[in-house]
């Protein structure tokens, strides 16, 4: 157990930095221009206090920008950040979107699905590094790391007591090598922290306990920036602390002391005014804001809140709206920092001392917010909401931003129903069809099931599990319902899985952990679960009795994300909503309701219960949350995260810390072939000839489609590769527990049965596709295998927003293994086009108006790309498709990701600087 913390959280002190800004070349570096404003306050600290620039252009920068000011000023070298650099900065009002600056995260955060990978990167880099003559050991973090095991358990066992043992047991048992090489990863890698499982969620681990707010390194204060390997890193942000996601290629970079190369963004002002009233919920704030946010278009933008209803949200509150900035489209949704801020860290047992020079730093280089007093930032777009007309909602069926209010449920599910394409808004359900019903036996009883019975209720997710307000709701809905003798249907596969033990401790005090029991939401773990797709089999018998009967079968989840087949690959429809209305649902049985008018059910003598019988007050609420989360609680929890569990300490790890002995047998860690071959010349890098189109894809298509996390089908590529190997369906485990081993993962890919090319033809879905040459019908990796065998190269033709959802590294690792060079689609998602480009595959876009239909692209041509001699960011390129041809624009955006291209990857830009060096 005391292995894997290297420093002591209350201070974070860093102690393998001996410098205040780590410098990738040092011999190239020069002074710091701007030690000159180096200052010192109250107890010795010291600080770049950037207000002594004595720039007029400082009062109307957005706070966020004034971040990634301090950092550019901290750590200005004149080679990796420049004194230019500050000075685009500082002219934000002129540059924003148009110039490209570096910035140096304080540290980087980790989450085990996308840190395994990283590892397992980090490990075949130090080989590399040794084949060429280097030091591997020269492969080490330069910037704190802390990677938090919390997507690995699953829903096995729900509703029991024993249900959280239980699935922590069946963890271990499934991904011990997994979390032996993550241990080993902890003495091996110096600064990197490990926090095994069963401590919660990274995102709430963060918010309760990692997040410093300002570092203290060494009595030099600075603010808390970070980048990690998950989309909702963003959570940190409703902290006041800048951070966002990335892909895991750009966090290995980030560690190894390269800047992130980024375009400086624009910053949307969102204004809040007025309060929530007694029915809505921050959740309901953020699916309102998450709808009017992607209507307006934030996408690569930063949006910083303002205004008096800020004051209005609690910590949690803002924290929930900071989450989902992944769904809304933005990079981050920034709170600064204000008293409410501080408040927070007092609760959650953070040391007086260390809010103190907090308050004094922050306040003293103007970072410190008044939400009552009137905003001096200049913002590139400015939008506001009231919080009093905040509704009950919840969003789907398919997507997160597909807002729907509480009160027009019933009919847009019936909309749904109506639609005869399978779209984000339809299940193409037979006319005659729509008014079917079936029998579901279960336990001994007969339940007639219709379209949108819910079949998984989860109380879920970091968005809402790190928020008592609502949690506590969910409480008291359940115990007033079972008050009533109203109980959730038994065939309903339900479960809480807290974001930290936290939330247990709380809910016992109030008396609500048993109520919430005998609806069937018994805590079955501290992970993520079912919002990643963990939500475990559904119970026997149920699945099968709506996809044999075509009964369109529903989930509801406390999470972020509801795409086609992420939840589970049976629930066609998937809607988020708050813990209290996830509950509430889940009693009502069915997402065909309008829950604000139609009765929920009938309690024990026969009586009507409505929604209002059993929702809390807010004064209820409130009460609760003042009497029991307290800071004891979150001290007592955190005091004892250091120990580790009996399972964790019983790991064995291999003893070589500097080089890992790789097991070929493995199925879960594998040395990948990214840096095998790699030599310390320069690929050639030359036009993109006689391409072959692999897949024709359309809009939205998200990481879940690319690269999905959950279950390995039984007929999948990826089981065939397991079962050769003695491997059954029991322990396929997820392709998510699989990202360590690159020959499961690149047969994973395009691996979800939802997936709709457009090559095999209208109405078809799952992982096949055309073998051009010959017309036979393969699955995507055989085909693709196929294509690498006869030397020919591949594209991808996708629609608008091609990468959406989670930050996945193996949803460009994959195409890449799959022999993919390019993909031409109408729009990127930010993190996704930027984990294409750490791959060395190109990212296309279509001119304004264009797309593959416009074009009359059948996705049977082949494909010439005419890249040139030189390449610039941005530049028109040429493509002949066939005997058309048509312009796109590249996006490689800057200067830097032109030279991650034309090394083949980010990672072997910045280790063929290392060996240079």
């Given at each position: 157990a005391d292995c894997f913390l290297k420093y002591q959280s209350s201070s974070h002190t860093f102690t393998q930095q001996s410098s205040f800004c780590v410098r990738t070349h040092h011999e190239m570096s020069q002074p710091n221009p701007y030690d000159r404003v180096?200052?010192?306050?109250?107890?010795?600290?010291?600080?770049?206090?950037?207000?002594k620039l004595n720039?007029?252009?400082?009062?109307?920068?957005?706070?966020?920008?004034?971040?990634?000011?301090?950092?550019?000023?901290?750590?200005?070298?004149?080679?990796?950040?420049?004194?230019?650099?500050?000075?685009?900065?500082?002219?934000?009002?002129q540059t924003q979107g148009k110039v490209e600056i570096p910035f140096k995260p304080a540290r980087v955060l980790m989450q085990d699905f996308t840190g395994v990978p990283a590892v397992v990167d980090l490990a075949a880099m130090r080989d590399c590094v040794a084949r060429l003559g280097g030091d591997a050991k020269a492969i080490n973090p330069l910037v704190p790391v802390d990677l938090v095991?919390?997507?690995?358990?699953?829903?096995?066992?729900?509703?029991?007591?024993?249900?959280?043992?239980?699935?922590?047991?069946?963890?271990?048992?499934?991904?011990?090598?997994?979390?032996?090489?993550?241990?080993?990863?902890?003495?091996?890698?110096?600064?990197?922290?490990?926090?095994?499982?069963?401590?919660?969620i990274v995102h709430q681990v963060n918010l309760e306990y990692l997040a410093r707010v300002v570092f203290n390194q060494d009595g030099l204060l600075y603010p808390d920036t970070l980048v990690g390997t998950d989309s909702h890193t963003?959570?940190?942000?409703?902290?006041?602390?800048?951070?966002?996601?990335?892909?895991?290629?750009?966090?290995?970079?980030?560690?190894?002391?390269?800047?992130?190369?980024?375009?400086?963004?624009?910053?949307?002002?969102?204004?809040?005014?007025?309060?929530?009233?007694?029915?809505?919920?921050?959740?309901?704030?953020?699916?309102?804001?998450?709808?009017?946010?992607?209507?307006?278009?934030?996408?690569?933008?930063?949006?910083?809140?303002?205004?008096?209803?800020?004051?209005?949200?609690?910590?949690?509150?803002?924290?929930?709206?900071?989450?989902?900035?992944?769904?809304?489209?933005?990079?981050?949704?920034?709170?600064?920092?204000?008293?409410?801020?501080?408040?927070?860290?007092?609760?959650t047992g953070r040391s007086a001392t260390q809010v103190e020079y907090i308050r004094k730093y922050l306040k003293a280089v103007g970072l410190f917010a008044d939400y009552q007093a009137a905003n001096t930032?200049?913002?590139?777009?400015?939008?506001?909401?009231?919080?009093?007309?905040?509704?009950?909602?919840?969003?789907?069926?398919?997507?997160?931003?597909?807002?729907?209010?509480?009160?027009?449920?019933?009919?847009?599910?019936?909309?749904?129903?109506?639609?005869?394409?399978?779209?984000?808004?339809?299940?193409?359900?037979?006319?005659?069809?729509?008014?079917?019903?079936?029998?579901?036996?279960?336990?001994?009883?007969?339940y007639t099931i219709h379209h949108g019975d819910i079949v998984i209720a989860a109380i879920t997710s970091c968005t809402n599990t790190s928020n008592p307000n609502v949690l506590i709701a969910a409480g008291l809905v359940a115990k007033k319902a079972a008050?009533?003798?109203?109980?959730?249907?038994?065939?309903?596969?339900?479960?809480?899985?807290?974001?930290?033990?936290?939330?247990?401790?709380?809910?016992?005090?109030?008396?609500?952990?048993?109520?919430?029991?005998?609806?069937?939401?018994?805590?079955?773990?501290?992970?993520?679960?079912?919002?990643?797709?963990?939500?475990?089999q559904l119970y026997p018998g149920v699945g099968e009795a709506f996809v044999e009967n075509k009964i369109v079968c529903s989930s509801v989840l406390s999470g972020n994300r509801n795409f086609e087949a992420r939840v589970h690959p049976d629930t066609a429809a998937?809607?988020?909503?708050?813990?209290?209305?996830?509950?509430?649902?889940?009693?009502?049985?069915?997402?065909?309701?309008?829950?604000?008018?139609?009765?929920?059910?009938?309690?024990?003598?026969?009586?009507?219960?409505?929604?209002?019988?059993?929702?809390?007050?807010?004064?209820?609420?409130?009460?609760?949350?003042?009497?029991?989360?307290?800071?004891?609680?979150?001290?007592?929890?955190?005091?004892?995260?250091?120990?580790?569990?009996?399972?964790?300490?019983?790991?064995?790890?291999?003893?070589?810390?500097?080089?890992?002995?790789?097991?070929?047998?493995?199925?879960?860690?594998?040395?990948?072939?990214?840096?095998?071959?790699?030599?310390?010349?320069?690929?050639?890098?030359?036009?993109?000839?006689?391409?072959?189109?692999?897949?024709?894809?359309?809009?939205?298509?998200?990481t879940d489609h690319i690269s999905p996390a959950g279950d390995i089908a039984k007929t999948s590529s990826a089981a065939k590769y397991l079962n050769e190997r003695g491997i059954q369906k029991a322990d396929f485990n997820t392709y998510g527990a699989r990202r360590g081993n690159d020959l499961v993962m690149a047969r994973g890919t395009f691996a979800n049965t939802r997936l709709a090319n457009r090559i095999v033809g209208p109405g078809a879905t799952g992982p096949v596709t055309i073998h051009i040459p010959t017309g036979e019908q393969l699955s995507i990796y055989d085909a693709s295998a196929k294509y690498i065998a006869e030397g020919l190269p591949l594209v991808i033709l996708a629609g608008k927003e091609y990468g959406?959802?989670?930050?996945?590294?193996?949803?460009?690792?994959?195409?890449?293994?799959?022999?993919?060079?390019?993909?031409?689609?109408?729009?990127?998602?930010?993190?996704?086009?930027?984990?294409?480009?750490?791959?060395?595959?190109?990212?296309?876009?279509?001119?304004?108006?264009?797309?593959?239909?416009?074009?009359?692209?059948?996705?049977?041509?082949t494909f010439d790309i005419i890249l040139g001699d030189s390449l610039a960011p941005g530049q028109d390129v040429t493509v002949k498709a066939g005997e058309k041809t048509f312009i796109v624009k590249l996006r490689l955006d800057t200067a830097a990701e032109i030279a991650y291209y034309k090394n083949g990857g980010i990672l072997h830009y910045v280790l063929r600087n290392k060996l240079k060096a």
């Amino acid at each position: 157990a005391d292995c894997f913390l290297k420093y002591q959280s209350s201070s974070h002190t860093f102690t393998q930095q001996s410098s205040f800004c780590v410098r990738t070349h040092h011999e190239m570096s020069q002074p710091n221009p701007y030690d000159r404003v180096l200052t010192t306050i109250d107890g010795g600290y010291k600080f770049y206090d950037f207000t002594k620039l004595n720039d007029s252009r400082l009062n109307s920068l957005p706070v966020s920008i004034r971040v990634v000011l301090e950092a550019a000023v901290r750590c200005c070298d004149e080679f990796l950040v420049s004194s230019a650099d500050v000075e685009k900065i500082l002219d934000w009002a002129q540059t924003q979107g148009k110039v490209e600056i570096p910035f140096k995260p304080a540290r980087v955060l980790m989450q085990d699905f996308t840190g395994v990978p990283a590892v397992v990167d980090l490990a075949a880099m130090r080989d590399c590094v040794a084949r060429l003559g280097g030091d591997a050991k020269a492969i080490n973090p330069l910037v704190p790391v802390d990677l938090v095991i919390d997507h690995s358990v699953q829903v096995d066992a729900s509703r029991t007591a024993e249900a959280k043992d239980f699935n922590e047991a069946k963890e271990f048992e499934r991904n011990s090598e997994r979390f032996t090489f993550l241990k080993w990863g902890s003495i091996a890698f110096e600064g990197l922290q490990i926090v095994p499982p069963g401590n919660g969620i990274v995102h709430q681990v963060n918010l309760e306990y990692l997040a410093r707010v300002v570092f203290n390194q060494d009595g030099l204060l600075y603010p808390d920036t970070l980048v990690g390997t998950d989309s909702h890193t963003t959570m940190i942000n409703g902290l006041g602390c800048l951070g966002w996601g990335v892909g895991g290629i750009e966090a290995e970079a980030a560690m190894l002391g390269q800047p992130q190369s980024m375009v400086l963004p624009e910053v949307v002002g969102f204004e809040l005014t007025g309060k929530l009233g007694t029915s809505a919920t921050a959740t309901d704030a953020v699916l309102t804001i998450t709808a009017m946010l992607r209507k307006f278009g934030v996408v690569g933008k930063f949006v910083e809140f303002y205004g008096p209803g800020v004051a209005n949200l609690s910590l949690a509150d803002r924290a929930t709206i900071s989450n989902m900035a992944p769904e809304y489209g933005a990079t981050c949704g920034f709170f600064p920092v204000d008293e409410v801020s501080l408040e927070y860290l007092v609760q959650t047992g953070r040391s007086a001392t260390q809010v103190e020079y907090i308050r004094k730093y922050l306040k003293a280089v103007g970072l410190f917010a008044d939400y009552q007093a009137a905003n001096t930032a200049k913002f590139t777009a400015n939008l506001n909401l009231d919080l009093a007309s905040v509704e009950p909602c919840i969003a789907g069926p398919k997507r997160p931003h597909d807002f729907v209010a509480v009160k027009n449920q019933k009919g847009d599910f019936t909309k749904c129903l109506n639609n005869t394409e399978s779209n984000f808004k339809g299940f193409a359900v037979a006319e005659n069809h729509r008014e079917a019903t079936a029998t579901l036996s279960y336990e001994g009883k007969q339940y007639t099931i219709h379209h949108g019975d819910i079949v998984i209720a989860a109380i879920t997710s970091c968005t809402n599990t790190s928020n008592p307000n609502v949690l506590i709701a969910a409480g008291l809905v359940a115990k007033k319902a079972a008050e009533r003798g109203l109980f959730v249907a038994p065939y309903i596969k339900t479960s809480l899985s807290p974001g930290s033990q936290a939330v247990e401790k709380y809910l016992k005090k109030c008396n609500l952990l048993e109520p919430l029991s005998k609806q069937g939401f018994a805590i079955a773990g501290y992970g993520c679960m079912t919002c990643i797709g963990n939500s475990g089999q559904l119970y026997p018998g149920v699945g099968e009795a709506f996809v044999e009967n075509k009964i369109v079968c529903s989930s509801v989840l406390s999470g972020n994300r509801n795409f086609e087949a992420r939840v589970h690959p049976d629930t066609a429809a998937n809607y988020l909503a708050s813990p209290p209305l996830v509950v509430a649902y889940a009693l009502a049985g069915t997402m065909n309701i309008d829950l604000l008018n139609d009765a929920i059910g009938k309690d024990a003598n026969g009586n009507e219960v409505f929604l209002k019988d059993i929702w809390p007050t807010s004064d209820e609420v409130s009460a609760l949350v003042k009497e029991h989360v307290t800071a004891e609680v979150f001290s007592e929890v955190y005091g004892r995260i250091k120990q580790g569990n009996a399972r964790w300490d019983s790991l064995v790890i291999p003893t070589n810390p500097n080089q890992y002995h790789w097991d070929e047998a493995s199925t879960y860690i594998h040395n990948p072939p990214f840096f095998a071959s790699m030599a310390l010349e320069l690929p050639q890098r030359s036009d993109i000839k006689g391409a072959y189109c692999l897949l024709s894809l359309g809009d939205s298509v998200t990481t879940d489609h690319i690269s999905p996390a959950g279950d390995i089908a039984k007929t999948s590529s990826a089981a065939k590769y397991l079962n050769e190997r003695g491997i059954q369906k029991a322990d396929f485990n997820t392709y998510g527990a699989r990202r360590g081993n690159d020959l499961v993962m690149a047969r994973g890919t395009f691996a979800n049965t939802r997936l709709a090319n457009r090559i095999v033809g209208p109405g078809a879905t799952g992982p096949v596709t055309i073998h051009i040459p010959t017309g036979e019908q393969l699955s995507i990796y055989d085909a693709s295998a196929k294509y690498i065998a006869e030397g020919l190269p591949l594209v991808i033709l996708a629609g608008k927003e091609y990468g959406s959802g989670s930050s996945r590294d193996w949803a460009a690792k994959g195409p890449y293994m799959l022999g993919v060079k390019a993909v031409i689609a109408e729009s990127f998602e930010r993190i996704h086009r930027s984990n294409l480009v750490g791959m060395g595959i190109i990212p296309l876009c279509y001119k304004a108006g264009e797309n593959a239909a416009s074009l009359g692209l059948k996705g049977n041509e082949t494909f010439d790309i005419i890249l040139g001699d030189s390449l610039a960011p941005g530049q028109d390129v040429t493509v002949k498709a066939g005997e058309k041809t048509f312009i796109v624009k590249l996006r490689l955006d800057t200067a830097a990701e032109i030279a991650y291209y034309k090394n083949g990857g980010i990672l072997h830009y910045v280790l063929r600087n290392k060996l240079k060096a």
